[in-house]
C-alpha cells in the first residue's frame, strides 16, 4: 500500500528564514494532496489541499510544491514567523475508490524569534 | 464551517476497563475515521465508517471495536483499556474519498490515559 516518508522530523529556523517540508510517496495513482498544521495540543487544520493536475499553489506566506514525477511533495514557509511553530502533517489519497489518506509521520516546527 | 465533535476531550481509564469515545459530526458527511496519534508521531487509522450500521477496519484495529449507530454519530470502544493504548484518538469526517471534495475535518481530538 501507499507509504509516505516526512522529512525533517525535527526543524528549528530563525524569524524570516524559509522553511522546507518535503514528503515523498509510493503510489503513482494517488491523487490528492493535503498539509495540515497542528499547534500543541490542538487538532488538525487545513493548510491546503492539491490536485494532481496543480504542480504550484501559494497560500498566505507559503507555497506548496507537486512534483508527480519524482512523487515528491513539498511545503515552503517563506519568511517564518513564531506562529509558524507547528507541527506539520502531509497527507495523500488515492482517487476514486480509494478511502485511504495516508499521512506522513510529521515534522515538529521550531521559529525562534 | 465543518463540525466535528468529540468527547470526552480527556479520560483516564484504568487498564482492564471499558473506554467509549464518541464523535458526533454536523457536515452530512458519509464518511468517518478514528485515528490515533500517539506522542511525536503522525496518524494511523484505527477504524472507519463509510455508512450507517457499518464499519470496516483501519490499519491498527486489533483492540478496539467501532459502532455507526447513524450518519452523525461514531463511537470507539475498548473493551479491555491496556496500556499502549494510551494516546490522543483523533475523529474525522470527510465526503466521498477521491471526490473532487473530500478533505478530513477532524475533532478537537480525546487524549486517552489509560493507568
Known amino acids: 500500500g501507499e507509504q509516505v516518508e516526512q522529512r525533517p522530523p525535527h526543524l528549528s529556523v530563525r524569524e524570516g528564514d524559509s522553511a522546507v517540508i518535503t514528503c515523498t510517496y509510493t503510489?503513482?495513482?494517488?491523487?490528492?494532496f493535503f498539509w495540515y498544521k497542528q499547534e500543541p495540543g490542538a487538532s488538525l487544520q487545513l493548510l491546503m489541499k492539491?490536485?494532481?493536475?496543480?504542480e504550484i499553489n501559494e497560500g498566505q506566506g507559503f507555497t506548496v510544491l507537486l512534483n508527480k514525477k519524482d512523487k515528491r511533495l513539498s511545503l515552503n514557509l517563506t519568511a517564518a514567523h513564531p506562529g509558524d511553530s507547528a507541527a506539520y502533517f502531509c497527507?495523500?489519497?488515492?482517487?476514486?475508490?480509494?478511502?485511504?489518506?495516508?499521512f506522513g509521520a510529521g515534522t515538529r516546527l521550531k521559529v525562534i524569534a | 464551517e465543518a463540525a466535528v465533535t468529540q468527547s470526552p476531550r480527556s479520560k483516564v481509564a484504568v487498564t482492564g476497563g471499558k473506554v467509549t469515545l464518541s464523535c458526533h459530526q454536523t457536515?452530512?458527511?458519509?464518511?468517518m475515521y478514528w485515528y490515533r496519534q500517539d506522542t511525536g508521531h503522525g496518524l494511523r487509522l484505527i477504524h472507519y465508517?463509510?455508512?450507517?450500521?457499518?464499519?470496516e477496519k483501519g490499519d491498527i484495529p486489533d483492540g478496539y471495536k467501532a459502532s455507526r449507530p447513524s450518519q452523525e454519530n461514531f463511537s470507539l470502544i475498548l473493551e479491555l483499556a491496556s496500556l499502549s493504548q494510551t494516546a490522543v484518538y483523533f475523529c474525522?469526517?470527510?465526503?466521498?474519498?477521491?471526490?473532487?471534495?473530500?478533505?478530513?475535518?477532524f475533532g478537537a481530538g480525546t487524549r486517552l490515559s489509560v493507568l
Open positions: 457536515n452530512n458527511h458519509d464518511y
Open positions: 465508517s463509510y455508512v450507517a450500521d457499518s464499519t
Open positions: 497527507a495523500v489519497s488515492g482517487h476514486t475508490g480509494n478511502y485511504k489518506y495516508v
Open positions: 474525522a469526517s470527510s465526503d466521498k474519498p477521491g471526490g473532487s471534495q473530500n478533505t478530513l475535518y
Open positions: 503510489d503513482p495513482n494517488s491523487y490528492y
Open positions: 492539491v490536485f494532481s493536475s496543480t
